[in-house]
């Protein structure tokens, strides 16, 4: 049976959070009721509004079981945050940053622009060693300043033992930077046991969020090690006093929103990030391992297709990559889009990501699609 917040069409499949995810119902609703709200209104509820933005940084910092709403920004999107970290700190040539071959361009392309300041970005092939930590640990040496990984792989569902990693970077005095895109609103997150300096995600994957609004999660002390490189009247200690002379940086993360917020967003995101936590992030992790475990296990045990994800990984993700055996990946993709099945083409094979919402049926029926046998047509339920 459908979940209640999620009437998505029966023409649809929907296994595409890892890419953007459909909204729930409450979100929807609380989009148009803002809008309205508006088109009478005006700003006339500002205030109203400037509580709900406290109440998503609340609600993000409890995600993150972050020490403090403090720690959280609200910034565009990821890469907008890695960048802030990738031209904020002060590097010197001769530094390195170390990373996997594995990620996604956005925890790429800003620390390979360092270059030109003689930062080497080094890419650690996850499976050249007994662990992928391992592959990164061998990497790293004296002039390490940074370590950046994502925490759960976009394309082979690789889930990284974050806790392990976080210890070696303080041990080490080396900056840990978490691309935590593909686990926010799919998997419980701790920042403090990860030892986190730098966390940040979009809020379109799994947390059912609108484009162009993410988190952007920062230490007191690593925040104090980026210089600011956009300015506004928003950064400011006192930010509406606006003949503020002299002025102050905003003490907490609020440092990295320089202009007006995005409010239309953060209803959105607020109402969806509300049906996670009322649910229960170990309930949804839960449910999501279940969901990709199954698939696993289908697309193992059926003689057309080849599991890609590690289906034997200690740590369990949400993503599961596989291809068939005889058909060309393009066909299948076609086939499944055709019939309704919304997954991605990636990491040389399908890339299916179930949310704690979706049934087996529909599970079932998506496997038949990707197999060619025929699918009988969906019952309303």
């Not at 904020?88 to 030109?116: A, C, H, K, M, T």
């Not at 092939?125 to 592959?135: G, R, V």
């Not at 986190?196 to 609004?213: I, N, R, S, T, Y």
């Not at 058909?327 to 991605?344: F, H, I, M, P, S």
């Amino acid at each position: 049976m459908k979940h209640p917040e999620f009437p998505l069409t029966d023409e649809l499949i929907y296994l595409n959070h890892a890419a953007v995810a459909p909204w729930p119902t409450r979100t929807s609703e609380a989009v148009i009721q803002f809008a309205k709200q508006n088109s009478r209104y005006g700003s006339h509820f500002y205030l109203d509004w400037l509580k709900k933005e406290v109440e998503l940084r609340k609600q993000l910092q409890q995600l993150l079981n972050a020490p403090s709403a403090d720690d959280i920004a609200l910034v565009k999107n990821t890469s907008e945050a890695l960048s802030f970290v990738a031209y904020g700190l002060p590097w010197q040539s001769g530094d390195n940053i170390v990373s996997s071959n594995e990620e996604f361009p956005s925890n790429r392309l800003p620390w390979q622009s360092l270059s030109d300041q003689g930062v080497e970005f080094r890419q650690a092939d996850l499976a050249s060693a007994d662990t992928p930590e391992d592959a990164l640990f061998a990497l790293v040496d004296d002039n390490t300043r940074l370590l950046t990984i994502s925490s759960i792989q976009f394309a082979s569902g690789l889930r990284m033992d974050l806790q392990r990693i976080g210890e070696f970077c303080q041990r080490r005095g080396i900056l840990f930077c978490i691309d935590a895109i593909q686990s926010l609103g799919a998997v419980q997150f701790d920042v403090q046991a990860y030892k986190a300096d730098f966390v940040m995600a979009d809020g379109h994957k799994w947390m059912f969020g609108p484009e162009g609004l993410g988190v952007f999660f920062t230490t007191p002390k690593a925040r104090d090690q980026l210089k600011l490189t956009q300015y506004g009247w928003h950064m400011m200690k006192d930010t509406h006093n606006y003949e503020n002379q002299p002025w102050e940086i905003h003490p907490a993360a609020r440092r990295f929103e320089c202009g007006s917020p995005n409010m239309l967003g953060i209803h959105a995101l607020s109402a969806s990030l509300s049906l996670l936590l009322e649910t229960g992030m170990a309930a949804v992790e839960a449910r999501v391992i279940e969901n990709a475990k199954y698939l696993m296990d289908a697309i193992a045990g059926h003689d057309q297709f080849i599991l890609l994800s590690n289906r034997s990984s200690r740590l369990k993700s949400g993503i599961v990559t596989f291809k068939h055996r005889t058909q060309t990946n393009e066909a299948v993709y076609k086939q499944l889009q055709d019939n309704g099945v919304v997954c991605a083409l990636r990491g040389g094979g399908i890339r299916f990501s179930p949310h704690f919402h979706n049934t087996r049926e529909e599970m079932d029926r998506a496997l038949k699609v990707a197999s060619f046998e025929p699918v009988k047509p969906a019952t309303r339920s």
